[in-house]
C-alpha cells in the first residue's frame, strides 16, 4: 500500500497516510484530528533525472564533438 502525504488546512500538519484509492479526503484526519486535509501531490522526481541525464543520440553526440575540441 503506497503512502501518500497530506497537510491539514488547519494546523499545518504534514503526515502520511497509507489510504486505499477508494478513501476520500473527507475521510482521513490529521494526528490532531482535523478533517480539513489537503493531498501533497509530490513530483516525482523521474521527472527531473530524465530531462538531464537522457543520453544523447547520435545525432547530438556528433554535434557536441566539435564543441569539445574548442574546450
Ligand atoms: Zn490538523
Known amino acids: 500500500m ?3 502525504d497530506f497537510s491539514c488546512a488547519k494546523c499545518g500538519t504534514s503526515f502520511e497516510n497509507n489510504v486505499s484509492f ?3 479526503l473527507a475521510e482521513i484526519t490529521c494526528p490532531k484530528g482535523h478533517r480539513a486535509v489537503r493531498r501533497i501531490f509530490s513530483t516525482p522526481q523521474v ?3 530524465s530531462s538531464g541525464c ?5 545525432a547530438e553526440a556528433e554535434n557536441l564533438q566539435p564543441n569539445r575540441k574548442y574546450n
Open 22 to 24: 477508494r478513501a476520500y
Open 2 to 4: 503506497p503512502l501518500y
Open 54 to 58: 537522457t543520453a544523447p543520440t547520435s
Open 47 to 49: 521527472v527531473f533525472k
